[in-house]
């Protein structure tokens, strides 16, 4: 765990919930019940039920106590309350272009909401970090491994 502060929407807050749940309540019990089954079938060195389901279920313990971690440490910004809307703060949507003229929508969330398919970028990212107090308009300077970039804020949604 970092140093920094676990900012999460509440939907990320309510989906690492979820995970939890699923893992916790669903998961586990039917491999408890799969390795209970297998541990009574005899020899357990060559019992690949029985293996598999043991390293599954360290599997599931280990990601659940991360969870129950990452879900104390939460300290959930809900973007709907953001008063002041024409910056671009944790939650934004914001639509900007970049020196290529390719325009992207970009989402700012928590780092465990991240997920580069859906625009959803961790407010710690270099690009997230470029836009955050920008405006409508406003031009700001990412670094990236090819050097500085320049992107133009075109929206903000929150």
Known sequence: M???PNYITPEGLQT?????HELWSVERPKVVKVVSWAAGNGDRSENADYQYGKKRLREIDRRVRFLTKRI???KVVDPTEQTNRDQVFFGATVLYENDREEKIRVRIVGED?????????SWIS?????????RVG?????????????LEILEIHY
């Open 2 to 4: 970092s140093d920094r």
């Open 16 to 20: 690492l919930k979820d995970e939890k």
């Open 72 to 74: 104390e440490a939460a």
């Open 113 to 121: 909401e991240v997920d580069s398919t859906k625009g959803l970028i």
């Open 126 to 134: 270099p690009v997230a970090r470029a836009l955050i107090k920008g």
């Open 138 to 150: 406003d031009l700001v300077t990412v670094k990236t491994p090819k050097g500085d970039e320049e």
